[in-house]
């Protein structure tokens, strides 16, 4: 009798192993269904976010549009760790870089999907578990993707397994940290198991079983695991308490009848209890058998259905009904198809007898992958992926067909978007002015515009095909040498990486002459490689361009040999007049009379005036061709060497002088930056009213992406009519006998503000108001930090 009720609790425990085995197997393809489903969902999020932020809105607007109930959202992270999309709406510029899996991915990129213990969120206060991807653009980390799952309703899903109120089913991380717990799951988030368990020692199998007493509620479990790609554990755990209750009990009255029965009645019992027991045997293994398929096919993500030749369905499971949106009692009337607006994947109609279940029902043919169109309540349509296996019968005829369905309205939606994008940005390409050529990897050409063709006098097809180190482009570079053809700004980007902006070149044509191109490069980079998967440059014509640079640079060359020449050899006659006239006044002495001594001051005054206009020519036509090398220089002592060189005028005057502002170092020529100083503070100094002291503001501030610098005075002020003219050559405002000048010197500002890519203006409210002088320099040409000081003291 003891070896029957050993047997007896030996066989429920086996049953209860098989069910905590094919439980935790059921349970891990349905979890391991869903991540792929997500796996999918963040790869095409992550090519629409390297595509730019509508790619990405218009997939996450098919995302958040509820087709996955166990999606919250879809949001992005920036490389930074700041919070740039989200598909719930406007995102909040938080900050999640202190997230572990984008910690993880941020060091990482290649890491495949990962899956973050739940967090509880900052602003909405739910629980919410993390699947994200990394961003990869042209081969740098560029962000994260993630879903926010909501981990109660996947817990909810998992809880469909679960045959006893002690059962228990676990998802955990690698590292035996829990992700969801269908027992006390909130309580549950984030503690570890200790490191006992059979499943998280090295070496450990991917399945097993063993018998624990739970970490969290302390019911003794027979568990068993499966592990999941990734290295994510399913663990189902089976109440041992629950699942050999049944045999203790059974036990226990066999042991009672023996005792009170006599023995031929026991005989009599034992032959009895032998066929009950065998009978009972059988009636729980088919019972545990139609249990757990039940439970498989009530828990699938994929709708299925049995369908007769007829479109009658038979039997759906509840994914079905919930991906058609059908009621139960629609679906299951005879001829239930015949209502159904379906169309094909190009949006036909498509009629009953065509429909895939009746097809595969009728011909006893199976289909896979069929793409099918629903038409819903809303007229809305929800596309499906359709596949279907006959049922044979007897003489091997089909009497009906099993039916898969999988909703892929989210995915195909997104693939119009995206094919939506690349026809738009096709169409930009195309009708760009600009030729566009795509190189592989080896630097070949594989697709071309047609303003390429128009610019390379070359047809499409001999473009294909053709290598950007080919000789017989025959590049040369702007100062006419001969370009190698691993110099050829295509060749270099693929062999680094980097890219070229505005590089020009020039291809020599059949007829002599050579057409100049902007060339313009980028690498394309695939999600893990770390050379350049390709490259796709610009080509602008530039040749008429060129051509004009060319000229014009010779043309103002000349005009400044012409303007140098004529200062400088013009100052000899003139001073040999001024002498001459000087001279004869002398000789004349006391003969001379005061008509003809005036007379002789007019032309000695009219020499001189000339001979300052002609040295303020000459220091004009000298700017950028005589001054001092391009250096970074400290701008506030320029300007201190400025005011020690006018502290005479500045001493005579009386003048008050104040600098103010953060005065940065700034790449220019030295000497033509004191001499732009000397100028306007010089002005500052000359153009005030009698009797006045002058008073001088200097300073220097940040304005956006350029530093600007001011020079304001209480002096004359000028008429807002006159402004146009200041910065002319020779273009005085008052006459020589009150303000001595050449009328060259705000010329000469502009010409050094000009140089330097700066620009100046005057800011006046009339007469007698005062006057601010202000130019400004581009960031660009601004040192970051103050130079050190030997730089500073050279």
Request: hydrophobic share 40%.
């Amino acid at each position: 009798m003891s070896t029957s009720l050993r047997k007896n609790e030996a066989e429920a425990f086996e049953a209860a192993r098989r069910r905590a085995v094919f439980t935790a197997h059921a349970a891990a393809e349905a979890v391991e269904t869903t991540l792929d489903r997500f796996r999918v969902t963040l790869t095409t999020a992550a090519t629409a976010a390297a595509q730019g932020p509508e790619a990405l809105r218009l997939y996450g607007d098919a995302v958040s549009s509820g087709v996955d109930e166990l999606v919250y959202q879809l949001f992005r992270i920036d490389a930074d760790g700041t919070l740039a999309y989200t598909s719930l709406g406007s995102a909040p510029r938080n900050y999640l870089g202190d997230r572990d899996y984008f910690k993880r991915l941020a060091r990482d990129p290649s890491l495949p999907l990962m899956v973050n213990q739940p967090v509880l969120g900052r602003l909405s206060g739910k629980w919410s578990l993390q699947v994200a991807r990394a961003v990869v653009v042209d081969g740098r980390f560029a962000g994260v993707v993630a879903l926010a799952v909501n981990p109660d309703r996947w817990t909810e899903r998992l809880g469909k397994f679960e045959a006893d109120d002690t059962d228990v089913l676990t998802l955990l991380d690698a590292e035996g940290v829990y992700l969801l717990r269908t027992r006390e799951p909130q309580q549950s988030y984030g503690h570890r198991l200790p490191a006992d368990r059979p499943f998280l020692r090295p070496g450990a199998e991917d399945s097993g079983t063993y018998v624990q007493t739970g970490a969290r509620d302390g019911v003794l479990r027979l568990y068993a695991w499966q592990r999941l790609s990734g290295g994510l554990v399913l663990a189902s755990g089976i109440g041992l308490e629950a699942a050999l209750a049944p045999a203790r009990e059974l036990n226990r009255l066999t042991i009672l009848r023996g005792a009170a029965a006599t023995l031929a009645l026991v005989a009599a019992l034992a032959v009895i209890a032998y066929f009950s027991r065998r009978s009972d045997r059988v009636s729980r293994a088919v019972a545990e058998q139609e249990y757990l398929q039940r439970v498989t096919l009530s828990v699938m993500a994929e709708g299925l259905a049995v369908v007769a030749p007829s479109g009658e369905i038979t039997f759906h499971n509840d994914s079905f009904a919930r991906i058609i949106p059908y009621d139960a009692e629609r679906l299951r009337r005879t001829g239930g198809c015949l209502g159904w607006d379906v169309v094909d994947a190009g949006g036909e109609p498509l009629p009953l007898e065509r429909f895939p279940s009746v097809v595969c029902a009728r011909t006893g043919l199976p289909l896979d992958n069929v793409t099918l169109g629903l038409r819903t309540d809303s007229r809305a349509i929800k596309w499906l992926n359709i596949n279907a296996r006959p049922l044979m019968g007897a003489g091997g005829r089909p009497y009906a067909a099993i039916l898969t369905v999988t909703d892929t309205t989210s995915q195909r939606l997104a693939e119009w978007a995206l094919r939506d994008s690349e026809e738009r940005y096709r169409t930009v390409v195309e009708s760009l002015m600009e030729g566009i050529l795509v190189h592989g990897p080896d630097g070949v050409t594989v697709a071309c515009n047609p303003a390429a063709e128009r610019i390379f006098a070359v047809p499409r097809a001999e473009l294909l095909g053709r290598s950007a180190a080919d000789p017989s482009w025959r590049a040369i570079h702007p100062d006419g040498s001969e370009m190698r053809s691993e110099d050829h700004p295509v060749m270099v980007t693929l062999r680094t990486g980097q890219r070229h902006d505005g590089e020009i070149l020039g291809l020599r044509r059949a007829d002599g002459g050579v057409t100049w191109v902007e060339v313009n490069t980028a690498p394309l980079w695939g999600a893990e490689d770390s050379m350049p998967a390709g490259v796709v440059a610009s080509f602008l014509d530039v040749t008429h361009r060129k051509e004009f640079e060319d000229e014009l640079s010779r043309s103002n060359a000349e005009l400044e040999q012409f303007a140098y020449a004529v200062s400088h050899d013009l100052r000899e006659p003139l001073r040999m007049v001024a002498s001459y006239i000087q001279l004869l006044e002398r000789r004349l002495g006391a003969a001379a009379t005061d008509e003809i001594k005036e007379f002789v001051g007019f032309a000695v005054d009219g020499a001189k005036r000339m001979d300052r206009m002609l040295v303020a020519l000459l220091e004009y036509s000298r700017v950028g061709r005589m001054g001092q090398p391009m250096d970074w220089v400290d701008s506030r002592r320029v300007l201190e060497e400025a005011l020690l060189f006018l502290s005479p005028v500045i001493q005579q005057t009386g003048a008050q002088v104040a600098v103010t502002g953060d005065w940065p170092a700034i790449f220019a020529s030295p000497d033509e930056i004191e001499r732009l100083f000397q100028n306007l503070l010089g002005n500052a100094l000359k153009y005030h009213a009698e009797n006045v002291t002058p008073v001088i503001n200097i300073s220097a501030e940040r304005d956006g992406a350029a530093w600007r610098f001011a020079f304001r005075d209480n002096g004359i002020g000028i008429a807002p009519d006159q402004v146009g003219r200041l910065f002319k050559v020779f273009q005085r405002l008052h006459p020589n006998d009150r303000y001595e000048g050449s009328g060259v010197g705000l010329a000469l500002c502009r010409r050094i503000v000009q140089r330097h890519d700066g620009r100046i203006w005057v800011e006046s409210d009339g007469p007698g108001s005062g006057s601010a002088f202000l130019f400004t320099l581009p960031a660009s040409h601004v040192h970051p930090q103050p130079i050190p000081a030997e730089a500073a003291a050279g």
